[in-house]
């Protein structure tokens, strides 16, 4: 079986409505994969005001602004029409990134057509309900998510220390890696650019601590800023940009009323910002990849993170950045102290960083997602099932 053979129903709670990593890398596959010849058809919610275009044929499916959380949306079904559709496209291989309600519903209907189903996981789901005071609700999540991974034939994961998270979770027995990717062009150390700072009055021996992603608490707002608060309390040098923006923005601005809030970037203007940043701050532990944390790497910046999935895989402590056990505020302030003051180990761990993403390749690491696919594929016709599979490991 080849690429071209392959007929991809692809289902996304959030194909295009938002842009974020996961949402970019999902379309760069589509991309790959159209590409190479494949057939190619999504299926997810949809606005009227989508942050992208997309990338393939995208079919709605019903859904409602998420409460609180306007700019997100719920699916509910699939409709008769988006039903219709799937089984007219008569894919080969399911692939789902959303353990919503739809996406169980489409677990459901592959298992009734006999057509194997990859999981890719995003994000760590189970962890969201503590930044919200809800904690008591992880268990209760994360056995949601254990029955619908199960019925999968297999999961892929953006790291490999992700990708252990759900073996021990017992989430799957076939758990792979799909990595991430970074576009070279756009983050780069020669995308630097002085003047830009010193539009915003930062002098050029201030060292620029910089934050970029949503601004959702679950990205570790409160332990941003609480740790910047210590680094004020020592009295160290240095400025803060944020990059990004989102529902927490205001609370994150009278938090840090001190910081320069550039708003949002794409494109070489986001390659520019990060580049003319000094350092990255990554406190967030929901990740379970990091594509902003690669990119501060590949523009040369030494990052500074939690201690979790995602980062553990792309920084090296203290060879390309600095880990930390996640919220512990004072140990990340004295590395961040230590980046402030100390411009030659900045350099030396910026550099590890930038050769570390010089190994990811877009196209290589799709290519993988294919050969997956693939797989399934030959192992279902060969009579496995997820069940089967259990039942033999």
């Known amino acids: 079986m080849e690429i071209s053979d392959l007929r991809i129903a692809l289902y996304s709670g959030n194909y295009n409505f938002v842009r974020d990593g996961a949402n970019q890398a999902l379309n760069r596959l589509a991309e790959y994969l159209l590409r190479k010849g494949a057939a190619v058809r999504v299926y997810s919610p949809t606005t009227d005001t989508p942050a992208f275009e997309p990338t393939g044929d995208l079919i709605s499916v019903p859904s409602f602004a998420f409460p609180g959380r306007g700019e997100y949306r719920f699916p509910t079904h699939i409709s008769s029409s988006a039903k219709s559709d799937l089984a007219e496209f008569n894919p080969n291989i399911i692939q789902i990134s959303s353990p919503d309600r739809v996406g ?11 057509i194997p189903v990859l999981a890719s996981v995003h994000t760590r789901f189970e962890t969201y309900p503590r930044y919200y005071n809800l904690a008591f609700l992880e268990p209760v999540i994360e056995a949601i998510l254990r029955r619908l991974y199960r019925r999968c034939d297999a999961l892929v994961a953006p790291s490999e220390s992700m ?27 020669s995308k630097r650019d002085m003047s830009w700072r010193q539009s915003f009055g930062i002098t050029d021996d201030e060292p620029v601590i910089g934050f970029l992603g949503r601004l959702v608490m679950e990205k570790g707002l409160d332990v941003f800023s ?3 608060d210590e680094l004020k309390r020592r009295g160290i ?10 529902p927490a923005k205001q609370w994150f601005e009278e938090r840090m009323d001190n910081a320069i809030f550039a708003g949002f970037q794409q494109g070489h203007d986001l390659g520019r910002a990060v580049a003319s940043m000094d350092m990255l701050f990554n406190p967030s532990v929901t990740e379970t990849f990091g594509n902003v944390t690669l990119e501060a790497m590949a523009c040369g910046l030494p990052v500074v993170a939690a201690k979790a999935t995602g980062s553990q895989s792309l920084v090296k402590d203290k060879e390309s950045g600095m880990l930390v056990t996640p919220g512990a505020i004072q140990d990340f302030a004295d590395v961040l102290q230590l980046y402030c003051q100390d411009e030659a180990i900045r350099k030396i761990h910026g550099s590890a960083g930038e050769k570390r993403a010089d190994q990811f390749s877009w196209d290589q690491i799709n290519q993988t997602v294919a050969e997956t696919y693939i797989r399934l594929i030959r192992q279902r016709q060969s009579g496995q099932s997820p069940i089967k599979q259990a039942a033999v490991r």
Request: glycine share 8%; proline share 2%; no cysteine.
């Open 237 to 246: 040098k240095h400025r803060v940009i944020i990059i990004g923006e989102g």
């Open 104 to 114: 169980h519903r489409m677990v459901s209907w592959a298992r009734k057509k006999d």
């Open 163 to 189: 990708a252990q998270v759900l073996r021990q979770q017992r989430m799957n027995y076939d758990v792979g890696i799909w990595s991430r990717g970074v576009d070279k062009d756009v983050f780069s150390p």
């Open 226 to 228: 609480d740790t910047i």
